[in-house]
């Protein structure tokens, strides 16, 4: 790496470098000479040694009644790119440390139907013969829902013997028989509205946020994460 790629790293523009490594070959230099050295407009001068200065690789200094300009030595451009280097380490790690916490969470992006539909299959697929799981709906067409279910989920959920507990808007209300595996109970109107197009499906040491109108979905796997939820709906559940 030369000493130009070194002022980029540091984030400093090509005329500063300039500007600089003609103050470094010489004593201390007016505008006018600086601009003769580099060939830069005077504008463009004065911009990079806002730059230099600001950074501390060039100084001010008295020549008679005029500003002249002197370049710091070498050791302050160095300096300045182990503080860089160290940035970049620094964000890198932090980097690091929020895929090793998504690994830990075990957290998941889907997207689109197919997203949706794989989301409502995971429930049967990973949840055990004979489990409860939780869902918490404010859905606001359950026919369009219904229209993400494989053919087959239904089938496999009975198979299953699986049972579910759902708490759920008004908008569903009527439209939902209480089955031996499903019992459902209804936000009441007075709570305010319930009508974010949301649901959450809470199986297993499982958590998966489905958004009906951007059709995205966030699965977290976090065993007590999940249990903490479980215990919420539990106690909302039976209050309703």
Known sequence: M?????????????NAFRVYSALE???PLLITHIASHTG????????????????????KVA??????????????????FKVATKKVDALFDDAGSHRLANEDFG?????????????????IALSKRGETFYRITSEKDLDEVNRYLSQDYRLKRDKKRLEREVISNTYADGRKRPRLERFIKFMPAHAGAFD??????????????????????????NASLADFQKSIFKALYRRL
């Open 107 to 123: 957290v998941s992006y889907l997207s689109g139907n197919a997203g949706i539909r794989k989301a409502f299959d995971d429930v």
């Open 63 to 80: 020549l008679g009644k005029r500003n002249a300009y002197k370049a710091e030595s070498e050791s302050r451009v160095k300096e300045l």
């Open 25 to 27: 070959a010489s004593d």
């Open 2 to 14: 030369n000493k130009q790629d070194t002022f980029k790293r540091i984030g400093l523009t090509e």
């Open 196 to 221: 974010q197009d949301m649901i959450e499906l809470i199986y297993g040491d499982t958590l998966t946020f489905i958004d009906l109108k951007k059709k995205q979905v966030i699965s977290i796997k």
């Open 40 to 59: 830069l407009f005077r504008t463009s001068v004065y911009r990079a040694l806002e730059e230099l200065v600001g950074a501390k690789l060039v100084r």
